[in-house]
C-alpha cells in the first residue's frame, strides 16, 4: 500500500500571507495526486488534480506542484474562508488504494 | 446536476449489519467507477472501497476487506455498501464518491453529503 504523509500536521498563517502544505508518497505516483479542502461538516471539495491542475472553479490562488513523491499546495495569499483542512490523495493505477494524507489543518495567526 | 445523496446510516450494535445506498444523477452513472470513503470523528478521510463501472473491479482497504462488500445496480443507478460484523471503530461519517473521469486511474469528484453510521451498544 503507497502510504501518504502530510506535513505539518497543523499550519497557522495570517490571512494576506502565503501557506505551504507538503505531502509525500512511500512510492512513486507520477503526477497521480489530487488536494482537497475539506471545511466542518461539509463533504471534501476537490482543489487540484493531476498534481497541478485546478477544478473548475478553484481560485488562481491555489496552486499545486511536484511529481513523483514529493508535492505541494500553495495558496498565495490567503482568504479568511480558506482555513480549513487539506488533503492529499493518490490515485496510482497499481495499486489500486486511493490512500489519502492524514491532513494538514490550516489555521488564523 | 450531478449528484451523490447517501442514506442508510444509523446506530448499530456492535457486531451488527447495516447496509448503506448512494443515489446518483445527473450523469450516466454506467460509466463511472465508484468510492466510498470514510471519516471518523475528528479524524482524517479514509478511502474503503472502489467498483469499477461494470463492477469487474472491486478493492477494499484492509481494515474492513472480508467485512464490508460493495456493489452497484446500473440500472437502478445506485450503489451500495453491505457491513457486516462492524465494530466500534467503523463508526464513522460514510461518503460516496465518483471517479472524476471515466476509464483511466482518478481523483474523487463528486462526493455525497455523507452518511453518519455510529456503532455502539
Known amino acids: 500500500e503507497i502510504v501518504m504523509t502530510q506535513s505539518p500536521a497543523t499550519l497557522s498563517v495570517s490571512p494576506g500571507e502565503r501557506a505551504t502544505l507538503s505531502c509525500r508518497a512511500s512510492?512513486?505516483?507520477?503526477?497521480?495526486l489530487a488536494w482537497y479542502q475539506q471545511k466542518p461538516g461539509q463533504a471534501p471539495r476537490l482543489l487540484i488534480y493531476g498534481a497541478s491542475t485546478r477544478a473548475t472553479g478553484i481560485p488562481a490562488r491555489f496552486s499545486g506542484s511536484g511529481s513523483g513523491t514529493e508535492f505541494t499546495l500553495t495558496i498565495s495569499s490567503l482568504q479568511s474562508e480558506d482555513f480549513a483542512v487539506y488533503y492529499c490523495q493518490q490515485y496510482n493505477n497499481w495499486p489500486p488504494t486511493k490512500t489519502f494524507g492524514q491532513g494538514t489543518k490550516l489555521e488564523i495567526k | 446536476e450531478v449528484q451523490l445523496v447517501e442514506s442508510g446510516g444509523g446506530l448499530v450494535k456492535p457486531g451488527g449489519s447495516l447496509r448503506l445506498s448512494c443515489a446518483a444523477s445527473?450523469?450516466?452513472?454506467?460509466?463511472?467507477?465508484m468510492n466510498w470513503v470514510r471519516q471518523a470523528p475528528g479524524k482524517g478521510l479514509e478511502w474503503v472501497s472502489s467498483i469499477s463501472s461494470s463492477s469487474s473491479y472491486i478493492y477494499y482497504a484492509d481494515s474492513v476487506k472480508g467485512r464490508f462488500t460493495i456493489s452497484r445496480d446500473n440500472a437502478k443507478n445506485s450503489l451500495y455498501l453491505q457491513m457486516n460484523s462492524l465494530r466500534a471503530e467503523d463508526t464513522a461519517v460514510y461518503y460516496c464518491?465518483?471517479?472524476?473521469?471515466?476509464?483511466?486511474?482518478?481523483?474523487?469528484?463528486?462526493w455525497g453529503q455523507g452518511t453518519l453510521v455510529t456503532v455502539s451498544s
Open positions: 445527473g450523469f450516466t452513472f454506467s460509466s463511472y467507477s
Open positions: 512510492q512513486s505516483v507520477s503526477s497521480n
Open positions: 464518491a465518483r471517479d472524476a473521469r471515466a476509464a483511466a486511474a482518478s481523483w474523487f469528484d463528486p
